[in-house]
């Protein structure tokens, strides 16, 4: 998976905004206002993004991928992973992911938000 790929992806799953809030080189997904996925557009070499997760799969997600899954850089680290794209997972898996961190979001909504942006 590239950063194209990871962007259109994270469009079309829902009614995402795509956002930079915290300057040019950090593209940012959200829903209902709250981040879902973050995404460095200054890396080198590897992708990597950070995806919220349920802490206890987060825990079995960075013992089975211990060199591709990791507590989340910068993040609260037992709701936030860092995942490297290219590494054991395949895209599928990846977006996999992607989805769950969505739907953890959604679900935390107010069902007032849930009802503005029909989900």
């Known amino acids: 998976m ?4 990871l962007r259109e992806y994270c469009l079309s799953i829902g009614p995402v905004m795509e956002e930079t809030p915290f300057g040019p080189d950090t593209l940012v997904f959200k829903i209902g206002g709250k981040v879902f996925l973050l995404v460095g557009l200054d890396q080198i070499g590897e ?20 060199q591709t899954v990791l507590p989340g850089y910068h993040m609260n680290k037992k709701h936030w992973n860092t995942v490297f794209a290219n590494r054991e997972l395949d895209d599928s898996t990846l977006q996999q992911l992607i989805q769950h961190s969505y739907e ?7 069902r007032k938000i849930r009802e503005e942006l029909h989900i």
């Open 2 to 5: 590239n950063i194209e790929e």
């Open 47 to 66: 992708l990597r993004f950070n995806v919220k997760c349920d802490p206890e799969r987060a825990i079995a997600l960075r013992e089975t991928y211990s």
């Open 104 to 110: 953890l979001v959604v679900n935390s909504l107010s």
